[in-house]
């Protein structure tokens, strides 16, 4: 087994300690209020907050080793409970709010909550007899409440009776996080304060940009749920270890107004977000038409030719002018719209479509893939500021190693199962033996169940999924994450799922975009409601020949799908087709649709 040498500090406790002491009169947390303001606490007035709690937690005997947790989305309360726990040692359990009763029930229960805090009374009436059935459960405190059982009467307790932090060792268990996986109950990730701090810190060496100015400079907004290690690493601690400020989103309809409002130097999302924004352009320019849209065809085209010459470094004055014109017209309105200050932006969780990063590039809104599971406390590779590759995502951080197991597929490939090295790797499953040794090789390395392969520079290129691989009644493998990804960049198709394990030929059930559907049915003289035009066969035809045609030239004739289904709901966290990290539940469409699957077949 490995052993690494941490950088300082080591534990969650001193990270929250040394940015309150250097930045106390810093903004640190905004939350938009009625009005549609931005209000901001500072890190002395969180800091306070966290004491107070602390102390409150002390008062019901929470110590080393026992388990705090809450059910929250984003809000100033949801770090000051972290942070409160970790100072008396103890485990903290995120949960999300839009989650079904059962699965906040398997996780109380299998992560063994002392104290439980919920954001509202809605959630609480939900589970107020939880404590009867779990014997576990001892408290629980509503935070948009007052009165006996609300988080501020804690909170006063404690600031009654002060107690000094604990500080946790490397070691120790910081978090529990359920991941949601596509099958079976969550399991718990056991992930510790070494874990956490040592992602951070190699994620911050990546943009040393960020510290220029003491990180003065640094505002995100927040988009990714803290409940999930993504948005904790990349994002909570590493802004709080900057000094920088964090403005909560208000809803992921509303992000673009919150982006215009919070302004932003450094944002942390997924790539949905920039594909929504990536479409949203497209839709408004093709509205619009006229000079705007040509504007913006010559300054797209121009930044392409632009990227080309200059890999063979080479440049051309009309291309050049071509494309400072469209950027002083069209791109900086973009650039405007999104708070126009904007360095880059760091992505995960699914791979970035190469041709959208392009754009971003192009337009100068970097768009920084990288890569990495809970099980690695993220990050486990990343592009830098200082040195990336499109379409990889990125080369190891720092302390991290990746190595690519051709064994387990098929002879003669040149990728494999990664298995990531380092002290970002998670200490188990909870209460999951069995599973914890499936995931780990017998020298401490973590297997992802993710295929990829590493360029001659060490960048990593994502292929597919070990498990969602499959052979075609020909024998030829198919990974269909790589086709509905690229079928998702038409316009036309918001979500696209690929299936043909052991059949003769692929088929595709897809999602259109409901908007670019209806104004398609506009112009045809079609009726546009949605439910009677995706059982049409003339669109279902045309959603067939565009899709293959964009298909042609870039997969083999047999991974193109030959048969289409025009579905009318959108796959969602609500009907239970995705899990909270929005990964597609596969297993669980095929089931719902598996009658008009075979009907295609027959």
């Given amino acids: 087994m490995h052993t690494f040498t941490l950088d300082k500090p080591d534990n969650l406790i001193d990270w929250w300690q040394e940015s309150e002491a250097k930045f106390a009169e810093r903004r640190v947390f905004g939350t938009k209020n009625k009005s549609g303001v931005y209000e901001w606490v500072t890190y002395k007035e969180v800091g306070t907050r966290i004491r107070n709690l602390r102390a409150g937690l002390a008062q019901l005997d929470i110590d080393k080793g026992d388990v705090v947790g809450i059910i929250a989305n984003n809000r100033v309360e949801w770090p000051i409970v972290g942070f409160a726990a970790w100072g008396r040692i103890a485990r903290f359990v995120p949960m999300y709010e839009a989650e079904l009763v059962q699965i906040w029930k398997y996780i109380i229960t299998d992560s063994q909550i002392k104290v439980l805090f919920v954001s509202k009374p809605e959630i609480y009436e939900k589970i107020k007899d939880f404590p009867k059935e779990i014997p576990t459960l001892k408290h629980i405190f509503i935070i948009d409440a007052e009165g006996e059982n609300s988080m501020a009467a804690l909170e006063k307790k404690g600031a009654a009776k002060p107690v000094a932090a604990q500080v946790p060792k490397p070691d120790d268990i910081a978090e529990l996080i359920y991941t949601s996986g596509t099958t079976g109950n969550p399991k718990g990730v056991l992930l510790s304060h070494g874990n956490f701090t040592s992602n951070s810190l190699a994620g911050l060496k990546m943009y040393p940009e960020l510290e220029r ?3 003065r400079d640094v505002v995100t907004l927040a988009i990714l749920p803290w409940a999930h290690s993504f948005g904790q690493t990349g994002e909570l601690y590493a802004v709080i270890r900057l000094g920088g400020s964090i403005g909560l989103a208000e809803s992921p309809a509303t992000i673009v107004d919150d982006i215009a409002k919070v302004k932003p130097t450094f944002l942390v999302a997924v790539p949905r977000v920039f594909n929504r924004i990536y479409d949203g352009l497209w839709a408004k320019m093709n509205k619009e038409g006229g000079l705007a849209k040509k504007l913006f065809v010559m300054g797209v085209e121009a930044g392409k030719k632009r990227r080309e010459l200059a890999a063979r470094g080479q440049s051309d004055f009309l291309t050049e002018l071509k494309f400072r014109i469209a950027d002083k017209i069209v791109f900086s309105k973009i650039r405007e719209k999104l708070g126009g200050r904007v360095l880059g932006a760091m992505t995960g969780s699914a791979a970035m479509n190469p041709e959208i990063g392009h754009f971003f590039f192009d337009i100068g809104l970097p768009v920084y893939d990288c890569y990495g599971l809970t099980e690695t406390s993220p990050a486990a590779t990343m592009n830098a500021s200082y040195a990336y590759r499109l379409g990889s995502v990125g080369r190891a951080i720092e302390k991290v190693r990746i190595v690519i197991d051709s064994s387990v597929v098929e002879e003669g490939a040149t990728d494999g199962e990664i298995i990531i090295y380092g002290p970002n790797v998670m200490k188990g499953y909870h209460n999951r033996p069995e599973d914890t040794a499936a995931a780990m090789t017998p020298d401490g390395g973590f297997r992802t169940g993710d295929r990829g392969r590493l360029d001659k520079d060490g960048y990593l290129f994502i292929t597919g999924r070990i498990k969602e691989q499959y052979k075609l009644e020909n024998g030829k493998f198919c990974f269909p994450v790589s086709i509905e990804e690229e079928i998702c960049l038409l316009p036309l198709v918001q979500q696209a799922v690929i299936y043909g394990y052991n059949r003769p030929f692929n088929i595709c059930i897809v999602v259109p975009d409901f908007e ?12 546009t409601d949605i439910q009677a035009l995706v059982e049409r066969q003339d669109v279902v035809e045309m959603y067939g020949a565009t899709i293959t045609a964009h298909l042609k030239n870039k997969f083999g004739g047999y991974e193109i799908p030959k048969k289409f289904l025009l579905i009318p709901e959108p796959f969602t966290l609500e009907n239970g ?21 075979e009907a295609l077949y027959r």
């Avoid at 087709?577 to 469409?589: D, G």
């Fill in 213 to 215: 100015n003491e990180g």
């Fill in 516 to 527: 670019v559907l209806k104004s398609y049915a506009k112009e045809k003289g079609l009726p």
């Fill in 577 to 597: 087709t995705l899990t909270q990290t929005m990964k597609l539940k596969r297993k669980v469409v095929l089931d719902k649709f598996q009658d008009r699957i």
